[in-house]
């Protein structure tokens, strides 16, 4: 497969690397010995941001400065990429090379297996279920219950499916490498910085606006993968899921969240979202879905049949429509 100049601007010329990179990270993940090796690249974006906003989050202008270092870390990320990417697309068979390091911009096998292991902890115990759920959420778990720590882990799969393979993968097939790295750099900065309290409101401002703006075409993209997903599995509501998103979807505090998590909600029959506590304070936030509030670890793992179904749609379509492409 050779990639010529016009060919590196279209679209299209991603669809191999994307199928293969979603293969890789499907099959494979990222392996514990070269994450121990190396690190992953979410934490060398996220040292590069650290250290921005050590510097620069003080003082006055902080909305300026979080501008500014925003743009910095966008400005790394495609000066690594770039340059990278046309060296591996001028190369016989480079296209392979890029399809590895975009898998690792990928984390579908580390979402399943974290969802997982929380649906395995609670049917050991409450107490399991809390320690394996506190991996993925942002929240203090000791206060959920069987149903709270089943919910946590249903919002963090739908949440991520978005977040963690979708999106990555839509800007894999736009831009390729570069595209998925950007998203990474934006996502990781707004998960870092991008939080309402005061120490970031102005200074993580750029970066949770641009992360919504980044995210959207994601989101309603999974939340209708859901949907599909449900339609073909029994005992599922792809109907359910449909007009879930269509009622809660935009009550969700997060301009993307909602769409997953209705959707996942409405397939389901269940109830997501709904009061919390963060830091023993209740916050009253919208419910997803009008299907039953108790939930256990069964509800967990029909959650992740329906993630399971979405990946394999979008790996045969990916595959299918890199053969026609080859071929063509």
Known sequence: MNFDAPA???AAATLPIAAVALLIDRLFGYPDSLQAWLGHPVQWIGAVIGRLEGKLNTGNARKRRGVLALLIVIALTLAASVPLTLLLRGVESGWLGEALLASALLS???LEDHVRAVAQGLKSGIRAGREAVRKIIGRDPHALDKTGVAKAALES???N????VVAPLFWLLIAGLPGAALYKAINTADSMIGYKSNKYRAFGWAAARTDDLVNQPAARLTGGLIALSAALTPGMSGRGALRAMASDARKHLSPNAGWPEAALAGALGVRL??????????????WMGEGREKLNSEDIGAGLRLYNTGLNIVTVLLVLA???????
């Open 161 to 164: 499916m978005s977040d963690g």
């Open 322 to 328: 890199s053969i026609m492409w080859w071929t063509a």
């Open 8 to 10: 590196l601007l279209l």
């Open 273 to 286: 979202g709904g009061p919390r506590s963060y830091d023993g304070k209740k916050t009253d936030l919208a």
């Open 108 to 110: 579908q096998k580390s």
């Open 157 to 159: 799969l739908a949440e």
